[in-house]
């Protein structure tokens, strides 16, 4: 079982014994290994029970599950309660805004029993009869299950594109052909698919059933001659608000040779979403997009300071094996309790950690940054005394999500105003797939970044990704850098800046215009400068 698979389970063990009102000392054990977990993409895969033992908020007893969940695939306890449940109650626990507590009031006092039940008796303001249940509540569980429904049979792009990699090639081994490319939203890196799209080149068509669906998603396999791939690769990447209808197709031997043949600058696969990048392709207007390679460090990562996996040391050494040149760490702040956030004596240890590590791994060089929480007022935790004992400083709503658009640009906007915030991190608080985000007006927060000096982020994270990429052209028109981010909580989530990549590609941003291309002596330069 992946990590991802195992912390689920856990996750699910802790929500139902909740839900039948089990021990919770117990569930509170559980349910934080599972968030631990959840944040990050440490192998379990081959530890002993002994290794499990030593991670960081696991200990014995979650250790015994994990063990028990990888020698078996199943968890008796897990097993035992899934049996005297509904599924359907089982499913209601994937509804946000109401816990394993409210559906069991609504399971035991309603007798609810599905997803579609709860809708109706939203319908029927049946809520309203239960404790605990408003006008408010009952009209927010309308809206997650009305999101809820809409989101079914979609993937992140992320969880897809293993699977659909694997496939190409296993395509291109049988059919003993190069020509085999994904295409359609997987060739685009839409941030999430609804399907696989796949050009084949082939006379002998595809048998489906050969082809092991193991990531449960649509599978789509287009058929051509060899002679016409190119052109349709072309025809079948484009997103239905890119039309081709005006491109003159015919049979080449490179995409690029098509675009020539059109009097058009090339166009990557990534931006082909609208017709809006066609004008800008007829005047050769489309800059050199960013790469993976031109970003030198990583910011807003966490350690066991916080709620990271590993430690200071291990989050550092690993990033300078990578070949970066330097690393923020970015941990909690002390209002983020549940992410066990630093407090003051945290601050200080981290910091001589830091100036220890500094001198150890020269040239390379860790930047102290934090991830201050911007309170319900707008402020950030922590008094100046502390803010400015940082090198810089992401700001980032984690509490009080149920916001209007009034109330949140708000908050935003006197968080970008405070001379201490050097970036906004994830400006939405979305989670792709689970949940929208706090509605915010885009261009006041972005201009007024651009009036404050405060760069955005661009969350790698598959899940977050955000700022959502259709707004970074706004935050290049009004000189806006975008940071890379990965909010990486042990040493892999390092590699989801692939992922940002992919999206800050979308949005058409350049190497000039991210942050994190800065190397070691600008970017230093920078963080000095820009203190108040």
Known sequence: MTTEEIAQALKLTAQLMELHELNPFKIKSIANAAYKLNKTDIDLQGKTLQELELIEGIGKGIAGKINELQTTGDLKELKEMVAITPQGVIDMLAIKGIGPKKVGQLWRELEIESIGELLYACNENRLLLLKGFGTKTQAEVKKQIEFFQSNIGWYHFASAEQFANDLVNKLKKKYKTEFVSLTGAMRRKCDVVDKIEILVASEETVNMDELENRAHIKIEIINCKEEEFYSKLFETTAAKDFSISDFKLQNTNSEQELFVLNHLQYIEPELRESNDIIALAKENKIPKLIEVTDLK????????????????????????????????????????????????????????????????????????????????????????????????????????????????????????????????????????????????????????????????????????????????????????????????????????????????????????????????????????????
């Open 297 to 532: 460090g990583i910011l807003h990562n966490h350690s066991t300071y916080s709620d990271g996996m590993n430690t200071l040391k291990d989050m550092a050494e690993y990033c300078k094996e990578l070949g970066y040149e330097y690393l923020g760490i970015c941990d909690h702040s002390q209002s983020a309790f549940y992410a066990e956030g630093m407090k003051l004596d945290k601050i200080t240890a981290q910091h001589a950690e830091i100036e220890e590590l500094n001198q150890k791994l020269f040239p390379f060089k860790i930047f102290k940054g934090v991830e201050s929480d911007i309170l319900n007022d707008g402020s950030l935790d922590y008094p100046e005394e502390i803010l400015k004992t940082f090198d810089f400083i992401v700001a980032s709503v984690h509490s009080n999500l149920k916001m209007n658009e009034e109330k949140a640009t708000a908050r935003l906007l006197k968080a970008i105003e405070n001379p201490y915030t050097t970036i906004l991190g994830h400006p939405t608080g979305r989670l792709l797939l689970s949940r929208p985000g706090y509605p915010i007006d885009h261009k006041k927060i972005i201009d007024a970044c651009a009036a404050n000096g405060v760069v955005i982020e661009l969350n790698a994270h598959p899940y977050r990704l955000d700022i959502d990429w259709r707004w970074i052209p706004y935050c290049l028109e009004k000189g806006v850098k975008i940071s890379i981010n990965p909010d990486a909580h042990e040493k892999q989530g390092y590699h989801d800046m692939y992922y940002g990549t992919c999206a800050a590609r979308k949005g058409m941003l350049t190497k000039e215009m991210c942050f994190n291309t800065l190397s070691l002596p600008d970017i230093e330069k920078y963080f000095t400068i820009r203190k108040p």
